[in-house]
């Protein structure tokens, strides 16, 4: 810890003592958001030093000096900067781009309530995050720099969610729930433990990648008492997993919080089998198991991070059989408005009366017996 802390550039640094680093409220309030102070950090390129000049009419640029501070100042394609520095594309919207590509607003029962599945709701919670994603799904809506502005109606969503008895699981999302105040969410997840029919939680948040030093034994030993509670981080690349961030991880964990890993699909980013597979077996020694790889939504400025559907797929075959399938996430896409559709590789090839026709992750074929018809 103190070998990494001496190695961090000055720039990043900003005089901080080791324990201000420590400190998440130091690393938010000398967070990284303009041209000036992130060319003091590492060179800027010229369409970098571009996009910034307008990046944050549409996202909020900002990063916190723990994420930046790993990012390789001298690599313009490292995978973590690709993230959070934009780039000149991410000005340009393409036709097939939309402000709110999983269509949230048209099942958005009360603001920041999103019911879209029978069983379980979205809770948009707060607009912020510790640093914001280039590709990011709601930018339409999060860091305050968007075409909308979310105003969640707690109360509303409250009353809801009491009267809606079919919901038995609660995401809150939004931005990032470990944004607001221990009380604050303490205050929240109390309320939501008091709807009898209301059974499972969850927290969806980049905090222990983005800010590490957010998790401390006292908002584990808060978020606890709501157990049964689950986390799902938001992860992207193995280099997001240093060793400050598992330890945040393990504290998580040894609370018992159970743990699964979002990651978005990005061009350039994480969109090999060997990336794929390093970040999987990195998530399993953290333990936290992978759940979902998603499709990158068409958000406006968004074409530079998308790939093609056969890349996703391509990615998950070469993974499934190959290592652990608690390694191996769901694929999916999520539709304008019909929500999370998975995707997987062809296996079942073609059924006969009799048999079933299968591949397995190899090629090879294989034929199961199918029962007499009664
Ligand atoms: C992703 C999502 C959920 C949770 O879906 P799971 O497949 O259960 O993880 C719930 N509501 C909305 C609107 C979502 O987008």
Known sequence: MSHEFESITPAIRQGATPEQWEDPLWQLRHSFRTASQLDQALKLTDDERAALAHAGDRLAVRITPYFLSLINPADPRDPLRLQVIPRTAELLRSPEETDDPCGEEQD???PGLVHRYPDRVLLLCTDRCATYCRYCTRSRLVSGAGSEKLHPDLTAALAYLRQHEEVRDVLLSGGDPLLLPDARLDSILTELRRIPHIEFLRIGTRCPIMLPQRITPSLCAMLRRHA??????????PAELTGRTQEALGMLVDHGLPIGSQTVLLKDINDTPDVQLKLAHRLLQCR?????LYQCDPVPGSRHFRTSIETGLGIISHMRGFTSGYAVPQYVVDTPGGGKVPLNP?????????????QNYTGHRYSYPLLPPT
Not at 288 to 292: C, S, T, W
Not at 347 to 352: H, I, P, S, W
């Open 108 to 110: 958005m029962k009360v």
């Open 228 to 237: 049964p509670l689950f986390l799902s981080i938001h992860c992207n690349h």
């Open 288 to 292: 936290v198991r992978p759940y979902y």
């Open 346 to 358: 062809t296996y079942l090839l073609r059924q006969t009366p009799t048999a079933a026709e299968l």
